[in-house]
């Protein structure tokens, strides 16, 4: 019998229930002397962290290079206690937003984000609109590679990236530039925009992905024979490259795409009111699960009423795209699904964040709490 398990952290706690959470293994306060704002923290291969974030600050603090631009990339190399082993300030003249940063097949590091900034300092290209993706490639110690700067005659924003089994990398944005700089194809609203590129980072192949209305992924995923799927989030009906069914006001779109970039298969599951993935895995039956946030009673895909004014919603999908069970969690207040992994033994690991107390289907008011459903 497979189970799910659930992580809450909450802003809800009471002494008595706090002094039985887990112990702190270790913790460290990093920043400069002005705002500092992490986004990603990924495990690398040698038990350590590799931290991306945005930082306002100068020089100081545990900051080690000085700010030239409104602000900066910073990334951080912490070892497995969490002391910063290295850490590089990725400098442009105006606004740059450090997003993701994942360790690669050659023990480096690739770092997107987010930049306004011109061709000075660490930036070696101009945008090409407004923002556009600035993704940099660093070696073991942090020091940069090659860089490309990529997209469009006005916005785009870094959502996930991957590097892929041909030693490329896969970025998952979203765009609302039309067809100029380095977007092959006119966004019809607010679109996914997926960009293909070499190991040095030349773009392969993009593929502007469009339908009526707002539209934008989440997360992308890539099986043994080399396709992707992507956990996105969609408000269209059928129109432009949307071929399945709007179910609510907003739902889950899955998207199964080719390793030359075209949709090979795609579906929408929902509710009837607002249904926003935030990731998605492939698991080991061959199907995938899907975990996001709620605010549809029952009807379409959804088989449970809501307890809150937002709740977390899971769904099983099988390998021939069928709905295989779903579960709604929640308590009578904001409850915020963000994360699903797949344990060893084929259960499923749920973590977010919650605003209710106990009611609803929520038996625990921890400040970080587990429960066993």
Same mark, same amino acid.
């Given at each position: 019998?497979?189970h799910?398990?659930?992580?809450?952290?909450?802003i809800?706690g009471?002494t008595?229930?706090q002094?039985?959470?887990?112990?702190?293994e270790?913790?460290?306060?990093?920043g400069?002397?002005?705002?500092?704002?992490?986004?990603?923290?990924?495990?690398?291969?040698?038990?350590? $962290?590799?931290?991306?974030?945005?930082?306002?600050? =100068?020089?100081?603090?545990?900051k080690?290079?000085?700010k030239?631009?409104?602000?900066d $990339?910073?990334i951080?190399?912490l070892n497995?206690?969490?002391?910063?082993?290295?850490?590089?300030?990725?400098q =442009?003249?105006l @606004?740059?937003?450090?997003?993701?940063?994942?360790?690669?097949?050659?023990s480096?590091?690739?770092?997107?984000?987010?930049?306004?900034?011109?061709a000075?300092?660490d930036?070696?290209?101009s945008s090409?609109?407004?923002?556009?993706? %600035?993704?940099?490639?660093?070696?073991a !110690?942090g020091?940069?590679i %090659?860089q490309?700067?990529i997209?469009? &005659?006005?916005?785009?924003?870094? *959502?996930?990236?991957?590097?892929?089994?041909?030693?490329? $990398?896969?970025?998952? !944005?979203?765009s609302?530039?039309a067809?100029?700089?380095d977007k092959?194809?006119?966004?019809s609203h607010?679109?996914?925009?997926l960009?293909? !590129?070499?190991a040095l980072?030349?773009?392969?192949?993009?593929?502007t992905i469009?339908?009526g209305?707002?539209?934008?992924?989440?997360?992308i995923?890539e099986d043994?024979?080399?396709?992707y799927?992507?956990?996105?989030?969609?408000?269209?009906?059928?129109?432009?490259?949307? !071929?399945?069914?709007k179910?609510?006001?907003?739902?889950y779109? @899955?998207?199964k795409?080719? &390793?030359? +970039?075209?949709?090979?298969?795609?579906?929408?599951?929902?509710?009837p009111?607002?249904?926003?993935?935030e990731?998605?895995?492939?698991?080991?039956?061959?199907?995938?699960?899907?975990?996001?946030t709620?605010?549809?009673?029952?009807?379409?895909?959804?088989?449970d009423n809501?307890? +809150?004014?937002q709740?977390?919603w899971?769904?099983?999908?099988d390998?021939?795209l069928?709905?295989?069970?779903?579960?709604t969690?929640?308590?009578?207040?904001?409850?915020?699904?963000?994360? @699903?992994l797949?344990?060893?033994?084929?259960?499923?690991?749920?973590? +977010?964040s919650?605003?209710?107390?106990?009611s609803?289907?929520?038996?625990?008011?921890l400040?970080? +709490? *587990?429960?066993?459903?």
């Amino acid at each position: 019998m497979k189970h799910l398990y659930i992580l809450i952290f909450g802003i809800i706690g009471s002494t008595s229930l706090q002094a039985q959470a887990p112990p702190i293994e270790w913790q460290n306060t990093i920043g400069s002397t002005q705002d500092d704002m992490v986004e990603t923290i990924n495990q690398t291969s040698d038990g350590g $962290y590799i931290v991306c974030g945005t930082s306002y600050g =100068g020089l100081g603090g545990d900051k080690t290079e000085n700010k030239k631009g409104e602000n900066d $990339y910073w990334i951080i190399k912490l070892n497995a206690a969490g002391n910063i082993v290295w850490q590089n300030t990725i400098q =442009g003249n105006l @606004v740059d937003h450090g997003k993701i940063a994942i360790e690669t097949s050659d023990s480096g590091y690739l770092v997107v984000g987010e930049s306004l900034s011109s061709a000075q300092f660490d930036k070696t290209e101009s945008s090409n609109g407004f923002e556009d993706i %600035w993704m940099l490639k660093l070696d073991a !110690t942090g020091n940069i590679i %090659w860089q490309n700067t990529i997209g469009g &005659p006005s916005d785009e924003t870094m *959502r996930d990236i991957i590097q892929t089994s041909d030693g490329g $990398y896969l970025l998952l !944005t979203f765009s609302l530039s039309a067809i100029g700089g380095d977007k092959t194809e006119n966004s019809s609203h607010n679109d996914v925009w997926l960009i293909k !590129t070499d190991a040095l980072g030349n773009i392969v192949w993009d593929n502007t992905i469009t339908a009526g209305s707002i539209d934008y992924g989440t997360t992308i995923r890539e099986d043994e024979f080399g396709n992707y799927f992507l956990g996105c989030s969609s408000s269209s009906n059928i129109s432009g490259d949307k !071929t399945a069914t709007k179910k609510g006001w907003m739902d889950y779109w @899955v998207i199964k795409i080719n &390793p030359e +970039g075209e949709i090979l298969w795609q579906e929408t599951y929902g509710g009837p009111s607002d249904d926003l993935l935030e990731d998605m895995i492939l698991t080991s039956d061959g199907g995938f699960i899907c975990v996001g946030t709620s605010t549809s009673n029952a009807g379409e895909n959804k088989t449970d009423n809501g307890f +809150g004014v937002q709740d977390w919603w899971v769904i099983k999908i099988d390998e021939q795209l069928n709905v295989e069970w779903d579960r709604t969690f929640g308590g009578s207040s904001f409850d915020y699904a963000k994360q @699903v992994l797949e344990t060893p033994e084929g259960d499923f690991m749920l973590a +977010g964040s919650s605003s209710s107390g106990i009611s609803g289907n929520k038996t625990v008011t921890l400040e970080i +709490g *587990r429960a066993h459903v």
